[in-house]
């Protein structure tokens, strides 16, 4: 396959994947065809694209020919002549912009309620996302096995319970919205610290969970927890590409190259941030994913005010009592310089044990104890992070702060 060829099938598959599932899914009601049409329209990209040129218009290209493999299936079995008719209106994507969007509806589909929570994350990384059963099976820290039934059972769950594809009626949708927005929270951290592999961020995951929490937005623009996620994920989004330096390696918070930041984006994460404070329930106040904004707003404009993001991720404790919440207080209170009040918050983490095994826990416990000047718990904490580190980045990175304990100022 020729690179030009190569190049626009990953394009495609990364931004048209999900639209043509989704359309798919919403018509036949079947996950597994809806996949497997998809799966073949684009073997079929691979195999006439690099002699017959890219089409104008890959996603409508797809489209039709994911249609037509669907088609071909059920014809095979007279018994499904009704979803046949079903498939009669699908001719191509509607263009951007166009107000409907199935990916939508398949998203409210795979966070149904019915489904067991890790269920509906590993649905929407597979039906949505895109992601292979192997590397949703790395994100959650199980056999490609175990999670390839996992899935079998989730599909056979939508299929079984008869869990329609479609935007919930309005009435529903105070109580379904939460849900969704808390998949596509998880995806996005997925793609911002990959759990596993030798890449720390995953651009398409990042990428996908923008889009979605766009979509979401666009449906219900006044809640006030809709507005907070789109505007964490954008400002979260917009420093993606400073994260990593040469070689993929860990470039630090405060020694990332704010101009290489994704100003436009900023710009729109603080307005919705904004926006999100505003419309928070007068006797709520602002919720969790509106609060995360605003601690995200402060790193978006460095240099941030440790203080206001300790304060912030206080008041987030009180909306969403989290231990790693609390964790990320206690770095807030070091970064402030009270490292005190931050040990004295970490020591509880730590005899709690709910967090033993987490390594954001240990490595900030290294930083407390070498900014406190006690290399040799430094040493120590830092090596039971790396024992805990799955990413080769993250290791990498936590292993170069252990060797720099014996000169300080590399810290």
Known sequence: MTAGAQAALDRAFREEWASVVAALARRLRDLDLAEDA????????????????????????????????????????????????????????????????????????????????????????????????????????????????????????????????????????????GQVLHVVYLVF???????????????????????????????????????????????????????????????????QDATAWDRPRIDEGLALTAAAFASAPRDHGPGPYALQAAIAAEHAQPPPDWTRIATLYAALARRQPSPVVELN??????????????????????????????????AADAELHRRSGDHERARAAYDRAIALSANAVERAELVRRREALSAPDRC
């Open 38 to 177: 998809a799966s073949d329209a684009f073997a079929e990209a691979a195999r006439t694209w690099p002699r017959d040129g890219v089409p104008a218009s890959p996603g409508a290209w797809l489209t039709t020919v994911a249609r037509r493999r669907a088609l071909d299936r059920l014809r095979r079995d007279r018994r499904h002549a009704e979803r046949v008719a079903a498939l009669a209106d699908l001719r191509e994507p509607p263009p951007p912009g166009a107000g409907h969007d199935d990916r939508l509806e398949l998203l409210f589909a795979c966070c149904h309620p019915s489904l067991a929570p890790e269920a509906r994350i590993a649905l929407t990384l597979r039906a949505v996302a895109g992601l292979t059963t192997a590397e949703i099976a790395r994100a959650f820290l199980v056999d490609e096995h175990a999670m390839a039934q996992r899935l079998l059972r989730a599909k056979a769950k939508v299929a079984r319970a008869g869990i329609p594809f479609r935007v919930p009626p309005p009435e529903e949708l105070p109580d379904r919205l």
């Open 189 to 255: 951290n997925e793609g911002w610290a990959a759990s596993r592999g030798d890449a720390l961020v995953r651009r398409e995951l990042c990428t996908e969970a923008v889009q979605l929490a766009r979509l979401v937005h666009g449906l219900l623009p006044q809640d006030a927890e809709a507005t907070g996620l789109l505007a964490l994920l954008l400002l979260l989004d917009a420093r993606r590409a400073t994260r990593t330096g040469e070689g993929g390696a860990f470039v630090a918070p405060d020694a």
């Open 329 to 362: 207080q206690a770095v807030a209170l070091t970064f402030a310089d009270r490292l005190d009040e931050g040990r004295t918050l970490l020591d509880r983490l730590k005899e709690d044990g709910r967090l033993d095994r987490y390594q954001p826990l240990h």
